[in-house]
C-alpha cells in the first residue's frame, strides 16, 4: 500500500503531510479495508517515498503526529499492517530503497510470499511499476496514468501490471475480494490444447469453442446457470473422434475450479439441486472436498446428440472430479436424451453456485481437518 494520495489524501501545495491540520483520509478507504480485511487473508504491507524527511524542509515532528494519529485509527478499525516501510531519499539520489525500486522489500521476494497474487495499490505510475518489479498486480486509485507526467512505459504497465483503475475505494475492495478466484488453465497433449479463463465471481458470460456444437451450449449452460464466467478454447483430434476434447475438457476445466477456489477458506463447499427441464429431471449433489469422486445414476438411451457422443457425458463429469478434486453425486430421470443432458449441466451448474458461494466476513475453513 501507498500511503500519500491512496489512504490519505496528498496536499497539492507541499505534498507533505507534516502536521495533524493536514491529514484527512481517502474517502471510503476505512471502510473498505476493514470489509478486505474481514473477508481476505491479505497481508497488508505501507511502503511510502517521504523525499527529505528529518530535513529542515519536512521537520520529523509533524510528520509523526500526523503518521502515527493515522496508524492509531487504523489499528483501531482492526487494520493490521505487519511492516511500514519509509524511504527519506530523493528521487534524484536514484537509490534502490526509493520506490520502485524494490530495495526495502527483498525479504518479501524470498519465494515465502505468493507475489503473483499479490497487489501495489496506489496513486501514482511508480507504484505500478513497483508492482511490475515485485512480479506483482497493480491497482491505480484517484488518477489516470495518462493524465501524469513520468517515465514509466504505460502501455506496457497496463498489459502486464495494471489490473485495475479507479476513483472508489469500494471497486478495489471489491476487486481485492474476488480476485483470488480467477484461473487460466493451459492443458497440451499431442491430442488436444485446451485453454480456459474462469471467473467464479462473474456474471455468467461465456465464451466456448470446442469445435463441438452441443458441448458449447452445454458449456455455456454451465457458466451461464453458476455465475461464473467461462472461456474455453479447444483444439482436438476431431478427425478421430470428440472423446480426447471432450475428456481434456473436463480435466482442464476441473484443474480450473481448483486453482480459483485457493484453500477454500469461506465458501458453502455444498451445494445440492434438483433441477427439472420438461419431463427430465436431474438430482445433483456436489462437494468440493479434495477427493474425487462421482457416483452417477441414469440411462440413455441415444447415442448421439448433435455431435455430442452421449457416453461421453459420465465421462466428462468424471474427469471433471478428477480435476477439481471434488465429490460428484449424480441421478438422472427422463425420456429426451436432450433435455437429460442440459438438466444435468444445468443442475451441475447450480449446485456448484451454492457450494463456491463466499459470505462477506466469512475467512472459515469448512472442515474440521485444518485443509482440504
Given at each position: 500500500?501507498?500511503?500519500?494520495?491512496?489512504?490519505?489524501?496528498?496536499?497539492?501545495?507541499?505534498?507533505?503531510?507534516?502536521?495533524?491540520?493536514?491529514?484527512?483520509?481517502?474517502?471510503?478507504?476505512?471502510?473498505?479495508?476493514?470489509?478486505?480485511?474481514?473477508?481476505?487473508?491479505?497481508?497488508?504491507?505501507?511502503?511510502?517515498?517521504?523525499?527529505?524527511?528529518?530535513?529542515?524542509?519536512?521537520?520529523?515532528?509533524?510528520?509523526?503526529?500526523?503518521?502515527?494519529?493515522?496508524?492509531?485509527?487504523?489499528?483501531?478499525?482492526?487494520?493490521?499492517?505487519?511492516?511500514?516501510?519509509?524511504?527519506?531519499?530523493?528521487?534524484?539520489?536514484?537509490?534502490?530503497?526509493?520506490?520502485?525500486?524494490?530495495?526495502?522489500?527483498?525479504?518479501?521476494?524470498?519465494?515465502?510470499?505468493?507475489?503473483?497474487?499479490?497487489?501495489?495499490?496506489?496513486?501514482?505510475?511508480?507504484?505500478?511499476?513497483?508492482?511490475?518489479?515485485?512480479?506483482?498486480?497493480?491497482?491505480?486509485?484517484?488518477?489516470?496514468?495518462?493524465?501524469?507526467?513520468?517515465?514509466?512505459?504505460?502501455?506496457?504497465?497496463?498489459?502486464?501490471?495494471?489490473?485495475?483503475?479507479?476513483?472508489?475505494?469500494?471497486?478495489?475492495a471489491d476487486y481485492l475480494l474476488s480476485a483470488g478466484r480467477r484461473a487460466s488453465i493451459h492443458r497440451k497433449t499431442k491430442e488436444t490444447d485446451i485453454k480456459i479463463e474462469l471467473d467464479l465471481d462473474g456474471n455468467g458470460s461465456t465464451d466456448n469453442q470446442t469445435g463441438i456444437g452441443f458441448f458449447d451450449h452445454m458449456l455455456d449452460q454451465l457458466?451461464?446457470?453458476?455465475?461464473?464466467?467461462?472461456?474455453?478454447?479447444?483444439?482436438?483430434?476431431?478427425?478421430?473422434?470428440?472423446?480426447?476434447?471432450?475428456?481434456?475438457?473436463?480435466?482442464?476445466?476441473?484443474?480450473?475450479?481448483?486453482?480459483?477456489?485457493?484453500?477454500?477458506?469461506?465458501?458453502?463447499?455444498?451445494?445440492?439441486?434438483?433441477?427439472?427441464?420438461?419431463?427430465a429431471l436431474t438430482e445433483v449433489a456436489i462437494d468440493f472436498s479434495g477427493r474425487p469422486w462421482l457416483v452417477w445414476a441414469g440411462e440413455i438411451k441415444r447415442e448421439k446428440v448433435g455431435d455430442f457422443p452421449v457416453e461421453m457425458?459420465?465421462?466428462?463429469?468424471?474427469?471433471?472430479?478428477?480435476?477439481?478434486?471434488?465429490?460428484?453425486?449424480?441421478?438422472?430421470?427422463?425420456?429426451?436424451?436432450?433435455?437429460?443432458?442440459?438438466?444435468?449441466?444445468?443442475?451441475?451448474?447450480?449446485?456448484?453456485?451454492?457450494?463456491?458461494?463466499?459470505?462477506?466476513?466469512?475467512?472459515?475453513?469448512?472442515?474440521?481437518?485444518?485443509?482440504?
Amino acid at each position: 500500500m501507498d500511503r500519500d494520495g491512496t489512504l490519505i489524501k496528498e496536499p497539492p501545495e507541499d505534498y507533505q503531510v507534516d502536521s495533524l491540520e493536514k491529514l484527512a483520509y481517502i474517502p471510503g478507504v476505512i471502510r473498505e479495508m476493514v470489509r478486505i480485511t474481514e473477508g481476505s487473508d491479505f497481508v497488508w504491507v505501507m511502503i511510502t517515498n517521504q523525499d527529505g524527511l528529518g530535513t529542515d524542509g519536512f521537520p520529523e515532528e509533524g510528520f509523526w503526529a500526523a503518521h502515527n494519529q493515522m496508524m492509531a485509527l487504523f489499528e483501531g478499525e482492526g487494520i493490521h499492517f505487519d511492516e511500514v516501510i519509509i524511504d527519506r531519499t530523493y528521487k534524484a539520489e536514484g537509490k534502490p530503497t526509493r520506490k520502485p525500486g524494490t530495495g526495502l522489500l527483498t525479504h518479501y521476494m524470498d519465494g515465502s510470499y505468493d507475489l503473483e497474487n499479490s497487489f501495489v495499490v496506489g496513486d501514482r505510475p511508480s507504484d505500478i511499476q513497483l508492482a511490475k518489479n515485485l512480479g506483482a498486480k497493480g491497482i491505480l486509485i484517484g488518477r489516470s496514468v495518462d493524465d501524469q507526467d513520468d517515465e514509466w512505459d504505460l502501455p506496457e504497465l497496463r498489459k502486464k501490471t495494471l489490473v485495475l483503475e479507479t476513483e472508489s475505494w469500494r471497486e478495489i475492495a471489491d476487486y481485492l475480494l474476488s480476485a483470488g478466484r480467477r484461473a487460466s488453465i493451459h492443458r497440451k497433449t499431442k491430442e488436444t490444447d485446451i485453454k480456459i479463463e474462469l471467473d467464479l465471481d462473474g456474471n455468467g458470460s461465456t465464451d466456448n469453442q470446442t469445435g463441438i456444437g452441443f458441448f458449447d451450449h452445454m458449456l455455456d449452460q454451465l457458466g451461464k446457470h453458476s455465475g461464473i464466467d467461462l472461456k474455453v478454447s479447444a483444439k482436438g483430434d476431431l478427425h478421430i473422434d470428440p472423446h480426447h476434447t471432450i475428456e481434456d475438457t473436463g480435466i482442464a476445466l476441473g484443474e480450473a475450479f481448483l486453482q480459483a477456489l485457493g484453500d477454500k477458506r469461506g465458501i458453502n463447499r455444498y451445494g445440492c439441486f434438483n433441477l427439472p427441464m420438461d419431463e427430465a429431471l436431474t438430482e445433483v449433489a456436489i462437494d468440493f472436498s479434495g477427493r474425487p469422486w462421482l457416483v452417477w445414476a441414469g440411462e440413455i438411451k441415444r447415442e448421439k446428440v448433435g455431435d455430442f457422443p452421449v457416453e461421453m457425458l459420465e465421462h466428462f463429469f468424471k474427469s471433471f472430479c478428477d480435476g477439481a478434486k471434488c465429490n460428484l453425486n449424480v441421478r438422472m430421470h427422463g425420456r429426451n436424451a436432450h433435455h437429460m443432458i442440459e438438466a444435468t449441466f444445468k443442475g451441475v451448474a447450480k449446485a456448484i453456485k451454492l457450494a463456491i458461494k463466499k459470505e462477506e466476513g466469512n475467512n472459515d475453513l469448512p472442515t474440521t481437518k485444518g485443509m482440504l
